[in-house]
């Protein structure tokens, strides 16, 4: 069974920068494309970035050059670096992967950024 645990959020003021992981357990990790949703209050979930299993990664055009993400195969993780952050970027963040056409979802983790 393939589980996605975030970590990381937290309250942050604008401009400041924090740091979200996604550990993954289950199958082999390193198979597989994975990417970071956010979801802000009243409003849909949105793509944020992605790593696919070759290392390629994608963003949305609000974080790019802002946020990097990236992943260690080696230790079954992918991350989230956010900096420059600003009350837009408020939500709860979520790991996603999508295995053999099943979407697997972390629980989330929160991130607050303070104006």
């Known amino acids: 069974q393939v589980q996605l645990v975030e970590s990381g959020g937290g309250l942050v003021q604008t401009g400041g920068s924090l740091s979200l992981s996604c550990a993954f357990s289950?199958?082999?990790?390193?198979?597989?494309?994975m990417d970071w949703y956010r979801q802000a209050p009243g409003k849909q979930r949105e793509l944020v970035a992605g790593v696919n299993s070759g290392g390629r990664t994608t963003y949305a055009s609000s974080v790019k050059g802002r946020f990097t993400v990236s992943r260690d195969n080696s230790r079954n993780t992918m991350t989230l670096r956010m900096d420059s952050l600003n009350p837009g970027d408020t939500g709860v963040y979520y790991c996603?992967?999508?295995?053999?056409?099943?979407?697997?979802w972390g629980q989330g983790t929160q991130v607050t950024v303070a104006s």
């Open positions: 996603h992967t999508l295995i053999w056409g099943r979407d697997i």
């Open positions: 289950g199958t082999r990790f390193s198979a597989w494309d």
